[in-house]
């Protein structure tokens, strides 16, 4: 039956699903778009920058005399200005480029208002100032302070600087530095544990602005004590409860918790009180002050002493209000019942190694600590000032703001931050390598610099709690990037999506919370504590109150969040089994957006994405609107996040935006991560930070020490979204090699990989490499100086002068050879007293390379130092091809070295008359199992064939952002290959067909920074150490190969006798000394006499001459100083 | 019974080999798995148990032998040679790929370069730029670097200068603006001036030593020496920047460097043949044919509604083995290659155009023989 056309329906439009899953990837661009790579970073330091250093200001804003409180200077505002610099009394704003080639440090003043008094008693005026710079901060590139921030690319290029760097990092002395990220325990929360004693205890690290403290709750032996730094031994908590004015311990047991195995627990500490006879507030604190740790120098008295610990230590970060310890009281029994679960359930036991128990700190906080600590003891020292100008009186026009310096600030900043030392003694903190030289060596290296996490505690531990991988890291931070050996698994790396949150502020929330039903801690008794329907509120680790419907509280509350009423990154955890709804808004959780779901539908809805393609939003205005929140890792536990959409699942509260966020930035580089051996990932994570290539669109005007450049750099043909996201396809770092997977000549094994010697001749793994060197004209106190000369081009010298200009520096282009002189520099032979007439002897700077090296000078540039020297930095070229022994390596942590270099017409060639740049061995695979690497071949030799980049993102096949190995397949058949990319190859030196099909295809490949031409090293004679004369150590010294002492000892073994001797003597440090037969001490030869001589038995008469290793000699003669008398015993032999 | 000898098998042929040994002699098996016999019988005796001569017979040779051309552009061609031993084809693309000399840029002497690519870059580049200049009219310059010897007869000089104003945009510099200089290089050599520098017009003072102009030798005069692409781009050049050097080309081969090697690639390829084991037909006719993505089956009607499945173009195959590649199928279709029989493609890279090189490489060849046979003799 004919159905008419318009009638006809279509079966299989109706059949399909009604709506298909919306293709949320075109929000990860967005989101990077709005955040940076290094958003954590640049946020912290803006709001350091906007609200803490104000706070830190007005905290101490009053600068008073001791002396006469009338004279005073107080800050009214601050702020920092435009990067600037100001050189002979006239401001010159900076440049990020400007300072890296003039070793200067990226930084702005500290801008403050000050009103202070001037004159004294009946002149005094009330003065005001504005803008008094107190010091210069260090400025975060790309940070809001920055000239880089809201810059295009053109503007940027202007400016000499690379679009596609993240910024995030501080220019300190010409030098870029990291501040890295520090992982700590967070403050302010109780955590139950074990001590190393096996004890179970309840701790909770105070810290406030005013004190940090630990106090630990620990039951010993049944009884349950307080333990406190500043009590030498533990106190019993009942006695503590009872000095807090819980006299009933009736009252205690309420507020633990009406449970009788509460009670029963708690039952012998009760009666240990009861046995020391004390029952009420008087007594106990008697007794705590007895207890109080006495101070050996002090008669202060200890009466009272116990109160103020109470009030100031013991859980410092609760609020004591008019001496109201009720709060204190009602905490301390949350830590007791959370300690007794814990004891009765050995589930609540916290995991220390729980993300959501973790804080990064950031550069914004720690610069914050600095800068306090700097500008308490600046206003220390104008008080000091102030008072000493008032004691002598002699200030007639006595101007207080005078006492307002810049240095301490300033330079106490610039230390820290070039050392990367943080020894404030305020803080009580010392911590070393805080910051890093940011590593330039790949665009990459950078990048997953910013995002490196590094432990608090030491590296040497051999635990491996902290080291493995916690399921709680999830979308947090990556799990493949960590570095191998000692600091495995403690040091991270953020996941792509990873925010970390700064401070929010707290009051609001808090009567926020009050105002939507939480009932204070005022209004409860302790019987209502723990009401079994009501959970206990808990604001940053403070107690707020209760509530009586949580998940109704819970739940409005992420309504406001989702409204924009409260801050994105404000947190809202119900804890079903401690009972309480944790709502946290600090600073340094780790978050990361999702996107809301409806019972598992999204609310990101197809027009959503096609308004945001249209540009007309963005992803804030998705955040604003409710459709993608913030989730830090404890609310995620009360989400049920799906991968994608679509799944059948009531409860799903959260979609995952892309799977692959879940890696880092150098993870998100491999392609099919998902289907490699794990280890290799993270090996490959290690080694792309090794891999040459581009650096920085400006790497070219760049002045860095060392500079490892590829001449050809590609980018891969198998590609990632997260290398288009980050850039790498833009700067790469490495090139697209034919590889085939064969064996072939015996030079390929143990990884190693045969390469293509006309490959090499067009380009292939060609690299540049530029060093620095830098001649500073030293200024000397006598008025005089180093000074350059016109080069003598007859002199002694003049063949190694030729590189040299009319000017006497060496003229950019010229080939240096090694002991060619780069400057003709002469210092002053007199810089102490200021005579006439002073000499001047030559002190050439020469080129020190490896033998036959052909370098070039490829830049010179003439600056002034930190101490106004005349400083002339070159740069030094050298270009090289691969050679046998240089390192290579694939993006699956398949390194190798170059085997040997084999002529084009040897190696294998394919029907189509490919031949291949290498061959790698396919006993690389078995055991490593980088089934991500032969997809990488397929793929690539699809893309090739089809014209089309293809994609291998982490766990992207269902969401298409990885071809499938089917769909590949099908490329190659459809172009002619076969369906599993081995191609039939015909030899190249018989001519014949090899008898396998070869597995060949384009891989990317990666050329490591280790080259043979910077490590060979060989010496017949060489230079010899004064001391010892015993031959130097080390390649750079051009020091002997040593012998050691498992070599001796094989040597001992095959009885070589003479060969040891030879090794260990002659060869080393032979030395032929007199020994006296009668003493058997070292005498001396005298040439005079021409007979040894004993200086201990005053003749020559028995003297034998021997050789020994000048060592041993020393040995005597440092044993003889010591007051030993070594003496040699003589036979004949 | 009377004695028989075990060797006297009269149904065994005699001066002939059985079919399946004959098979393996000529041609390369393709299985699914790996090729299989690909190697070939050189042995002379190596069938003499079955009373068949393997030996190599030149009359038989110079029967069998034939070249016929498929393709000839300028630049590249594919011919066919049919019966010849792998060893020679292959020798034939190893003198192609290494031996045959051709000429390209080895000194550059820069004298001024404010460009972003580095010196030695630069060079590289030119380097591997193909010049279309005939090399048999050229000798081999000798190893050392002395400016004498560099004559017309071994040397070409080229010039670029390039320079990109300021306030224009960005110039790209290409290979046609490299420039021929026929007189010999025009740059003066910098002496340390001093009592001994020799006189101006000295030819010391050039880097060249030229005794007449290259463009009035009878072989250049109306072909200029001029690189064989005109747009390769050499490097770019932004506002204020310049190039100006002279390059000097050189004989070479490209077992040296890959710069002198006359071809972009040469190779050959077995000829490929199909056979069909069985005859297929209808279903399996046509799922064959929609298989093989090189199409090199095609379908023959039988009339009757019946279909067989013909192999049309077995020259086009690839050797993917989708025919062969699910269940069942290697024993109806089988994929060899001819031993004797050999597609060979040169690409050139433009010096001379790709039938000249093969015959020079022949003569390559000769050479090596005759030098073999002298030295033997």
Not at chain 1, 546 to 572: C, D, T, W, Y
Request: charged share 25%; aromatic share 6%.
């Amino acid at each position: 039956m004919e159905v008419p056309n318009n009638l006809q329906i279509d079966k299989q439009f109706l059949a399909s699903p009604i709506k298909k899953s919306v293709d949320k990837f075109q929000l990860l661009p967005e989101f990077l778009k709005v955040r940076g790579l290094v958003k954590q970073h640049l946020d912290s330091y803006n709001y350091f920058v906007n609200t803490e250093i104000k706070k830190i200001i007005r905290a101490n804003s009053l600068i008073q005399s001791s002396i006469d409180p009338e004279t005073y200077i107080r800050y009214t505002n601050v702020k920092i200005g435009d990067p600037s610099i100001e050189i002979d009394h006239s401001v010159d704003n900076l440049t990020p480029h400007r300072c890296r080639l003039s070793d200067t440090t990226y930084a702005a003043p500290i801008l403050v208002d000050i009103t202070y008094t001037k004159g004294l008693k009946e002149r005094r005026e009330i003065k005001q100032k504005v803008n008094v710079i107190i010091g210069r901060m260090p400025v975060m590139l790309r940070s809001r302070r920055c000239v880089l921030t809201g810059k295009d690319e053109a503007e940027l290029a202007r400016l000499g600087e690379c679009p596609l760097d993240p910024g995030g990092y501080f220019i300190v002395k010409g030098t870029e530095k990291v501040i890295l990220i520090q992982e700590q325990l967070s403050k302010n929360r109780i955590i139950i544990e074990t001590d190393k004693k096996g004890h179970l205890v309840a701790s909770v690290t105070s810290s406030t602005e005013a004190t940090k403290s630990k106090t630990v709750i620990l039951m010993d032996k049944e009884k349950i004590f307080l333990q406190l730094n500043a009590f030498p031994k533990p106190v019993p908590i009942m006695v503590v409860m009872k000095a807090m004015g819980i006299e009933s311990d009736q009252e205690v047991v309420q507020m633990v918790g009406r449970d009788p195995r509460y009670a029963a627990l708690l039952l012998p500490s009760i009666q240990e009180c009861a046995t020391e006879n004390i029952f009420n507030q008087q007594q106990a604190l008697e007794y705590l002050d007895n207890k109080v740790k006495k101070f050996a120098f002090s008669n202060v008295n200890q009466e009272g002493r116990a109160l103020s610990i109470l009030r100031d230590v013991f859980l410092a970060n609760v609020p004591v209000r008019e001496q109201n310890f009720r709060p204190k009281c009602i905490y301390a029994a949350v830590m007791l019942r959370r300690m007794m679960d814990a004891i009765l359930n050995k589930d609540a036991i916290d995991d220390k190694d729980y993300v959501g128990n973790k804080r990064l700190e950031l550069s914004g906080q720690l610069i914050s600590l600095l800068f306090e600590d700097l500008f308490k003891t600046m206003n220390g020292e104008v008080k000091k000032q102030m008072d000493l100008a008032l004691t002598k009186n002699l200030a007639r026009s006595f101007d207080n703001s005078n006492y307002l310096t810049r240095d301490s600030i300033t330079q106490g900043l610039e230390r820290a931050l070039s050392t990367g030392n943080w020894d404030l003694k305020r803080f009580k903190m010392h911590r070393k390598g805080m910051t890093q030289v940011l590593a330039r060596l790949s665009f990459i290296a950078s990048v997953g610099h910013m995002t490196k996490v590094s432990p608090q505690f030491e590296k040497s531990r051999k635990v491996s709690g902290p080291r493995a991988l916690q399921p709680s890291q999830w979308g947090m931070l990556c799990p493949c990037d960590t570095p191998e050996g000692e600091a495995c698994g403690l040091v991270k790396n953020l996941a792509l999506m990873t925010h970390v949150t700064t401070d929010e502020e707290e009051g609001p929330l808090i009567s926020l919370c009050h105002s939507l039903g939480v009932e204070g801690l005022e209004l409860l008794s302790a019987e209502e504590l723990h009401t079994p329907n009501s959970f206990l509120v808990i604001f940053n680790g403070l107690i707020l109150g209760k509530h009586r419907q949580p998940q109704r509280f819970a739940s409005n509350m992420r309504k406001l969040r989702r409204a924009g009423k409260i801050g994105e990154f404000v947190s809202v955890y119900v804890n079903d089994k401690q009972r309480c709804v944790y709502i946290a808004s600090d600073g340094g959780r780790v978050c990361r957006p999702l996107v809301i779901a409806d019972k598992g539908i999204s609310r990101i809805k197809e027009h959503h994405m096609q308004e945001m393609r249209d540009g007309v939003r963005t992803f804030n205005d998705f955040l604003r609107e409710g459709l993608i929140e913030y989730l830090d890792v404890n609310e995620q536990n009360n989400a049920l996040i799906a991968l994608y959409e679509g799944e059948p699942k009531e409860h799903i509260t959260h979609i995952e935006i892309e799977p692959f966020t879940i890696l880092g930035v150098c993870a998100g580089l491999i392609p099919f991560p998902h289907h490699n051996q794990s280890p290799r990932n993270t090996y490959q994570c290690a080694m792309g930070k090794q891999a040459m290539g581009n650096i920085a669109y400006n790497q070219l005007s760049r002045m860095d020490s060392l500079l490892y450049l590829l001449v050809y750099p590609q980018r891969p043909l198998l590609t990632t979204r997260t290398i288009e996201l980050v850039g790498y396809d833009k700067l790469g770092a490495g090139q697209n090699a034919t590889v085939a997977v064969m064996s072939y000549s015996g030079y390929d094994i143990e990884d190693a990989i045969v390469m293509n010697k006309s490959s090499l001749d067009r380009g292939f793994g060609r690299c540049i490499v530029l060093k620095k060197s830098v001649a500073i004209l030293q200024k000397y106190g006598n008025n005089t100086q180093d000074r350059i000369r016109r080069p003598d081009r007859k002199g002694v010298d003049h063949h190694k002068m030729k590189v040299l200009d009319e000017d006497g520096i060496a003229a950019p282009g010229e080939i240096i050879r090694p002991y060619d002189i780069y400057v003709n520099k002469e210092v002053p032979m007199n810089t102490k007293d200021n005579s006439q007439n002073i000499q001047f002897k030559p002190s050439y700077q020469t080129y020190k390379g490896a033998k036959g090296e052909r370098a070039v000078i490829d830049r010179v540039a003439l600056s002034s130092d930190v101490n106004n020297n005349l400083c002339i930095k070159f740069q030094i070229r050298h270009t090289r091809r691969p050679e046998v022994g240089d390192k290579f390596s694939s993006r699956h942590g398949q390194k190798g070295v170059c085997g040997t270099i084999v002529q084009q017409e040897d190696f294998p060639f394919s029907e189509r008359g490919i031949c291949p740049d290498l061959i790698m061995n396919p006993h690389g695979f078995p055991s490593r199992m980088t089934i991500g690497k032969m997809i990488e071949l397929l793929g690539g030799k699809a893309g090739v064939s089809c014209g089309r980049f293809h994609y291998g993102s982490a766990f992207g096949e269902p969401s298409g952002h990885a071809d499938t190995v089917e769909a590949i397949s099908k490329t190659l058949v459809e172009k002619g290959f076969s369906y599993n990319g081995k191609d039939f190859l015909y030899s190249g030196i018989t001519g014949s067909p090899l008898q396998a099909y070869i597995f060949m295809g384009p891989i990317y490949y990666q050329k490591l920074k280790h080259m043979v031409l910077d490590k060979m090293h060989a010496r017949g004679r060489g230079p010899r150490v004064m001391l010892t004369r015993q031959p130097t150590e080390g390649r750079s010294r051009d020091g002997g190969l040593r012998l050691g002492e498992m070599e001796r000892d094989c040597l001992i073994a095959y009885g070589a006798s003479m060969l040891i001797y030879e090794r260990l003597m002659i060869s080393s440090d032979p030395f032929e000394v007199q020994v006296c037969r009668v003493c058997g001490l070292l005498g001396y030869y005298n040439h005079k006499l021409k007979t040894g001589i004993c200086s201990s038995c005053k003749n020559g008469e028995n003297i034998s001459k021997m050789k020994l290793p000048y060592a041993c000699k020393l040995l005597f003669q440092e044993l003889q100083s010591m007051n030993i008398v070594p003496r040699l015993k003589l036979t004949e032999a | 019974m009377p004695k028989v000898s075990a060797l006297n098998m009269p149904d065994v042929p005699m001066g002939q080999l059985p079919p399946h040994l004959e098979l393996q002699r000529t041609r390369v098996s393709c299985d699914k798995d790996a090729p299989t016999h690909t190697e070939n019988v050189q042995s002379a005796g190596a069938y003499t148990s079955v009373g068949v001569d393997n030996s190599l017979c030149l009359d038989q040779f110079r029967k069998n032998f034939r070249v016929t051309v498929v393709r000839l552009t300028e630049d590249d061609m594919e011919f066919d040679m049919i019966g010849i031993d792998p060893s020679i084809a292959n020798a034939f693309r190893r003198i192609l790929i290494s031996e045959v000399p051709t000429m390209a840029i080895e000194k550059v002497l820069i004298k001024n370069s404010t460009t972003l690519v580095q010196d030695e870059v630069l060079a590289h580049r030119l380097g591997l730029i193909p010049i279309k200049a005939d090399p048999r009219l050229f000798e081999y310059t000798s190893e050392n670097d002395n400016p004498n010897e560099k004559n017309e007869k071994n040397t070409i000089v080229f010039k670029l200068h390039a320079k990109c104003k300021r306030g224009e945009p960005r110039l790209p510099v290409k290979s046609d603006q490299l420039k021929w200089l026929p007189g010999g290089s025009e740059f003066k050599v910098e002496k340390p001036s001093g009592p001994d520098s020799t006189p101006e017009t000295s030819p010391q003072n050039k880097y060249t030593n030229f005794s007449c102009n290259q463009d009035s030798m009878p072989q250049f005069a109306n072909n200029p020496i001029v690189p064989k692409h005109p747009d390769i781009i050499i490097s770019k050049l932004g506002p204020g920047q310049e190039i100006e050097l002279e390059a000097h080309a050189v004989k070479g081969m490209g077992k040296t460097h890959a710069k002198w090697s006359p071809v972009s690639t040469a190779w050959y390829r077995m000829l490929p043949e199909v056979v069909l084991l069985q005859d297929i037909e209808d279903e399996l006719a046509e799922e064959l044919v929609k298989k093989c993505p090189a199409k090199v089956f095609d379908i023959e009607d039988l009339g009757k509604g019946k279909k067989k499945a013909t192999v049309a173009r077995p020259r086009s195959c690839t050797l993917c083995r989708e025919c062969i590649r699910e269940e069942n199928w290697e024993k109806r279709v089988s994929l060899r290659r001819v031993k004797d029989h050999f597609i060979f493609t040169i690409e050139s890279s433009g010096a001379l155009p790709p039938e000249e090189l093969f015959t020079e490489a022949v003569k390559i060849l000769e050479e090596k023989c005759e030098r073999v046979i002298a030295e033997l003799s």
